[in-house]
């Protein structure tokens, strides 16, 4: 049971890169989101999606983009990467009335 | 938006010592779910415990158990025996019946003295 696959791990890009950090599920929930992870900031919502075709904004969702094809894949795009988007990523996976399950995480550093 | 405050971002704990984390949270919802999520050096979120608003009853989990009062909006956690293993920041977060999104504390740093 794989529950939330992120890749990568790690990535270092350059100011200006592109990129797009996977997540993918295989427990059928509908609920998909992505935070990120700053020291002594805790876990903050960059954006979300209800359902496959759905998405929307959470709290710092500028600089990234989503898309929502399938109800298994949610991945988050970084068009183009900025110093202020080094940190650690997450996306977690929720079904109704459960906890969040999270992905191994992402650390992106951007120079 | 919910609000999650967690104070005390470290703890030190002697091993096999109790230790306790403090949350409040602000809402006006009478239907949600807290929960608390341990962070060790892996980085993978783990969650440690959750507690149902409606439940009155306080969630225990092992060697974790947590104080919830509704009225006073908070949520405390507790470590009992600690082990080495425990070290690791832990968060509280928050979760509205009604969807799905977490609201996160800043988290607290546990640290388990040998």
């Known amino acids: 049971n794989a529950g939330v696959t992120q890749t990568p791990k790690f990535q270092v890009l350059k100011t200006g890169q592109s990129m797009t950090l996977q997540c993918a599920q295989d427990?059928?929930?509908?609920?998909m989101s992505w935070y990120r992870q700053d020291p002594g900031m805790g876990l903050r919502l960059i954006h979300y999606?209800?359902?496959?075709?759905?998405?929307d904004q959470g709290e710092v969702p500028n600089g990234y983009n989503v898309s929502r094809s399938t109800t298994e894949d949610f991945p988050l795009r970084l068009l183009s990467a900025a110093p202020s988007q080094t940190s650690v990523y997450f996306c977690?996976?929720?079904?109704?009335?459960?906890?969040?399950?999270f992905g191994q995480g992402t650390r992106l550093t951007v120079v | 938006a919910q609000t999650v405050t967690q104070s005390q971002p470290e703890m030190s704990v002697q091993e096999a010592e109790t230790v306790t984390l403090s949350c409040t949270y602000d809402?006006?919802?009478?239907?949600?779910?807290l929960f608390w999520y341990k962070q060790p050096p892996s980085r993978q979120m783990i969650l440690v415990i959750r507690?149902?608003?409606?439940?009155?009853q306080n969630a225990t989990e092992n060697r974790f158990s947590v104080n919830f009062q509704k009225a006073a909006k908070s949520f405390s956690l507790k470590i009992s025996d600690s082990q080495l293993g425990d070290a690791a920041m832990y968060f509280c977060?928050?979760?509205?019946?009604?969807?799905?999104?977490?609201?996160f504390g800043k988290g607290n740093q546990v640290v388990v003295i040998p």
């Open positions: 427990m059928n929930h509908e609920y």
């Open positions: 999606s209800v359902g496959a075709g759905i998405t």
């Open positions: 507690q149902e608003a409606y439940k009155q």
């Open positions: 809402t006006s919802e009478s239907d949600y779910y």
């Open positions: 977690a996976s929720t079904a109704k009335n459960t906890e969040a399950f």
């Open positions: 977060a928050y979760k509205s019946y009604g969807n799905n999104r977490l609201a």
